[in-house]
């Protein structure tokens, strides 16, 4: 198993930025995918950003050019930087994990909450 925590979220004013972390601990490995994925109420969760083990990132389409997602594998940790905020971008933010190979994301974290003021 892969136990995966968030932290980092918060209020910030629209415009402004933000970094989110997410630590892995148990079965971790370094070959495993990273993902941030976010809900907003009423909505469905949607894929933020997502990096593979060798380092390629993919992100939505409304996030382009905005977040940036990394990860330091000597610290089984993944990151978001979140610049220039939207309001819209207010969501709960989850860090996700997946195997080599493996199409779903079956290893999640409990979300942290980012709201955007505007």
């Known amino acids: 198993q892969v136990q995966l925590l968030e932290s980092g979220g918060g209020l910030v004013q629209a415009g402004g930025s933000l970094r989110l972390s997410c630590a892995a601990s148990g079965r971790t490995s370094s070959s495993y995918a990273m993902g941030w994925f976010r809900q907003a109420p009423g909505e469905q969760r949607e894929l933020v950003a997502a990096?593979?083990?060798?380092?390629?990132?993919n992100y939505g389409d409304s996030v382009k050019g905005r977040f940036t997602i990394s990860r330091d594998n000597a610290k089984n940790t993944v990151y978001l930087q979140m610049n220039s905020l939207k309001p819209e971008d207010t969501a709960v933010y989850y860090c996700?994990?997946?195997?080599?190979?493996?199409?779903?994301?079956?290893?999640w974290g409990q979300g942290t909450q980012v709201y955007v003021s505007s």
């Open positions: 996700a994990a997946r195997s080599y190979g493996v199409a779903t994301w079956p290893y």
């Open positions: 990096i593979t083990s060798d380092g390629n990132t």
